[in-house]
């Protein structure tokens, strides 16, 4: 997921160099069940499926503060 997110934030082709056979499953998986189309020649994501992968990857980039009204560190 973060390399799907990288990719789709910047180039939107994957480097087929990037990606060893497991990723290339998962990334058939997700083009069968209609999250991703293209590759290489150019990626496109559902919105949805962008939804929860930035949703996902979130907590594991940016700082927050776990209570509301609090101020960020």
């Known amino acids: 997921m ?3 997110n990288h990719v789709m934030l ?3 082709r ?3 160099a ?7 499953a998962v990334l058939q998986q997700w083009r069968e ?3 991703i189309e293209g590759g290489a020649s150019g990626l496109a994501i ?7 992968i ?4 979130w907590p ?5 503060a776990s209570c509301e009204g609090a101020e960020p560190q």
């Open 46 to 52: 559902t919105r949805e499926f962008w939804s929860a």
């Open 2 to 4: 973060p390399y799907v």
């Open 18 to 24: 990037k990606v060893n056979s497991d990723e290339r």
């Open 33 to 35: 069940q209609g999250h």
């Open 54 to 57: 930035s949703n996902i990857l």
């Open 10 to 12: 910047n180039e939107q």
């Open 60 to 64: 594991s980039y940016v700082a927050y």
């Open 14 to 16: 994957i480097d087929p």
